[in-house]
């Protein structure tokens, strides 16, 4: 291997926190292999370039005991190995070692000449409370469904919940463009009627139409659903990929608030051994690719999240990440009006509550309900 | 809710095989709720149309024991909810589920009118054997690493690799457009190194190098290698998301065959309780998806996949998937030369053995340990 031509990167490190399975000894072990598998993924014995040594591979920047079974280590990899963009950077955060047992990557820090290169959200919490002129309160959301009703049917629904003072109306995260519910003509006709209901109250009530769908398809979607008046979109990055979430969030020609939906990211969280924490997945890499709010399940629902695991999102959504905004977190999952008041204290008003199904519940009268979930969040102000 | 136009769906279903964690009770609730989580979303007794209930949400085909906590639930979605593509089909497959703990996707299987709608690998086995002319014998693969050499050191040591008689030769996956590797010079080079190497030996060694990048950036990328003499891509669909992946292998501009790597793919196998099995990402969902060939860390390396995982991986490429053809399994992951009988034993003739930074420790000759390595492969042909 020659070694004519020596690099001279800039020393900056992109640092990531780990948590470790293992003993004292396999925490350390573990953490020297990261380093490796992470960037040159060869056998240091057999790297005769010093200069690949010192500068490619990761290092240890720290660890220390968690217990008797668990480690953190801090790793610092040079910032120029993640190339400046999204894809590598979770290659380097979380490739390989999302294979190997007992790794759960906790959290992370860019230089600011990677940061620089990512745009974050288009609007965040401050650009979405301006879009809805709601200063300080929780923002109200709910959700058109359940999939099988026709456009017709879900525009009705969106008509009533914008009568009843709803800030968010959005697509449910299933419908997609099912021949018994085409995208376009969904998009046109709850656009239609949430723009005549806002005539009516005078209300900034915004429409976000699913738009995950396929490559190609994404970002005439997209178009379409601005055409028709919608005021931001769902995507589901676990769908289509945290990087084509960050492509639409980017693009001038689209720039409308997005709204992250969790579907297939479950198994990054489940097992708290592996993988990637709450916190990083749902706040900080959501924030980093562009979604100005993030939904996830909150705990008390039909999911199983703890308090501590909704902290964690929570304080990740507004976290320091530079010139990366914050956005909001969207609790969500089967929560239903009873739950307002548990959920006002533990969030605060920082938050986009999220009622779909049991808004239906509280009577026949959908606007009506809506009313009732706007005084339950709102009652204070 | 109005009932005023109803439903006509086909009736096919779409199939997919769970296991559930739980006693006999908790397993047929389970079940019972993913036909409807996965679906309508919404509260059952809250839907007034019957044609919904019976004809979208999903329908407990099966259940059965597995042990003391452990059952399997086979459910029947109705065809048209996947809306005939891929995101809304892994959503209904995986999408909300994959957030609730103990539930694992074991396979699926798509009715004729859905698996119509993917074209799969444009290759697969019998396509490469053909690009290769190499009709029985296992095919060999290697890649130009380690990260941090220049584009001219890595087409040096491919050139080496192809007069050594590799078939296959692939960036590392670690390899994106850093700054001290850029894509386009790196691409350039190492398809020129191997296009000479090529002219010496008459073999038709193929590069293919790692197109996994932005968004935008993944069709420039592809297109600046088939204009290089690239004879393949290296793609990595846990950062790129398979639908990205699926979208290049469709494009009749770029037909060339795709290598799937599994970075970021990990926490969806890495605990059998829940996510998706080995056979169904690895296999299922990579030829669904286009890949041509399947890269995963074999039993005995690095990682620690069993036997029996690996088998359901190479089982699974090759299963009956209609007109889905069946691609290749590549073991990787810490591979050497002296575990090669064992490998030929265990996987048989049909797969593409990747053996990288090993094949640097046999001897300071690198085309002699390609030669050693293809006659350990190979010998009995």
New interface residues.
């Given amino acids: 291997?020659?070694s004519?031509?020596s690099?001279t990167?800039s020393g900056e490190l992109l640092k990531a926190v780990y948590h470790l399975s293992g003993d004292a000894g396999e925490v350390s072990l573990k953490a020297r292999?990261i380093c490796v598998?992470?960037?040159?993924?060869?056998?240091e014995d057999?790297?005769c370039?010093q200069?690949?040594k010192e500068?490619?591979i990761g290092r240890v920047l720290s660890i220390k005991s968690l217990g008797q079974d668990l480690g953190e280590a801090i790793i610092g990899y040079p910032a120029?190995?993640a190339?400046?963009?999204?894809?590598?950077l979770?290659?380097?955060l979380?490739?390989?070692?999302?294979?190997?047992?007992g790794i759960r990557l906790i959290s992370f820090e860019l230089p600011k000449s990677l940061s620089a290169k990512f745009k974050g959200p288009r609007f965040g919490r401050h650009g979405i409370r301006e879009l809805l002129r709601a200063e300080e309160r929780p923002l109200l959301c709910t959700a058109v469904?359940?999939?099988?009703?026709?456009p017709?049917?879900l525009a009705?629904?969106a008509y009533k919940f914008a009568l009843g003072g709803m800030d968010i109306i959005k697509d449910?995260?299933?419908l997609?463009?099912?021949?018994?519910c085409g995208f376009y003509e969904r998009v046109r006709r709850v656009g239609e009627a949430v723009a005549k209901a806002r005539e009516k109250t005078g209300e900034p009530c915004l429409y976000f139409p699913n738009i995950?769908?396929?490559?190609?398809?994404m970002e005439r979607r997209a178009t379409a659903a601005l055409d028709a008046g919608a005021g931001g979109f769902v995507m589901?990055p676990?769908?289509?990929?945290f990087?084509?979430m960050?492509?639409i969030a980017d693009d001038d020609c689209l720039a409308l608030p997005i709204l992250s939906h969790?579907?297939?990211?479950?198994?990054?969280?489940?097992?708290v051994r592996?993988?990637?924490s709450h916190g990083t997945l749902y706040g900080q890499i959501n924030r980093l690719t562009g979604a100005d709010a993030c939904i996830f399940?909150s705990f008390g629902g039909?999911?199983?999240?703890t308090e501590d695991e909704c902290r964690e999102i929570a304080d990740a959504t507004k976290s320091d990440m530079g010139e990366i905004a914050p956005i909001f977190p969207v609790p969500a999952?089967g929560m239903n009006l009873d739950r307002i008041p548990e959920l006002k204290r533990f969030y605060g008003n920082g938050m986009i509550l999220l009622i779909?199904?049991?808004l239906?519940?509280h009577g026949p009268d959908l606007s009506e309900n809506c009313k009732v979930f706007k005084q339950m969040a709102c009652g204070g102000d």
């Fill in positions: 291997m020659s004519s031509c690099l990167l292999n598998e992470q960037t040159v993924e060869f056998p057999l790297i370039r200069d690949i500068q490619i120029e190995v190339g400046g963009e999204l894809t590598q979770l290659n380097v979380f490739g390989n070692i999302s294979i190997q047992p469904k359940p999939m099988g009703l026709s017709r049917e009705d629904l449910d995260h299933g997609a463009n099912q021949v018994f995950t769908g396929p490559f190609d398809e589901s676990g769908l289509v990929g990087d084509t960050r492509r969790p579907a297939m990211l479950g198994s990054y969280t489940v097992d592996q993988g990637i399940p039909r999911f199983s999240f999952g779909g199904g049991d239906h519940r």
